[in-house]
């Protein structure tokens, strides 16, 4: 367990924030701390959709279930966080 710095790009934000995730966090984790920062203040709450995580510019989502140390993304790694369908 160690913090951990990423840049979230969220959907529909247009400012880009720093949020401190911890590296035992699963994917669905780091979207919601993501989240916190920016549904409800600049970005329209969406509850029938799940909240999914990528690599800035990528096309495929990280899995859901896995944790951010078993991945190979990078201390302060801007990452993509989008509205999807459940």
């Known amino acids: 367990m160690a913090l951990f710095p990423i840049i979230s790009?969220?959907?529909y934000d247009f400012v880009l924030q720093l949020v401190?995730?911890?590296t035992d966090?699963?994917?669905?984790e780091v979207a919601a701390?993501?989240?916190?920062h920016s549904v409800g203040r600049r970005v329209?709450?969406?509850?029938?959709?799940?909240?999914?995580?990528?690599?800035?510019?990528?096309?495929?989502?990280?899995?859901?279930?896995?944790r951010?140390?078993?991945?190979?993304?990078?201390?302060?790694?801007a990452l993509e966080f989008i509205f999807a369908d459940a």
């Open 9 to 11: 790009n969220f959907q």
């Open 20 to 22: 401190a995730v911890d």
């Open 25 to 28: 966090n699963s994917m669905d």
């Open 33 to 36: 701390a993501a989240a916190h």
């Open 44 to 66: 329209r709450p969406q509850p029938d959709k799940v909240i999914r995580v990528r690599r800035q510019g990528a096309d495929d989502f990280f899995p859901r279930s896995a």
């Open 68 to 77: 951010l140390n078993e991945t190979d993304i990078q201390p302060m790694e």
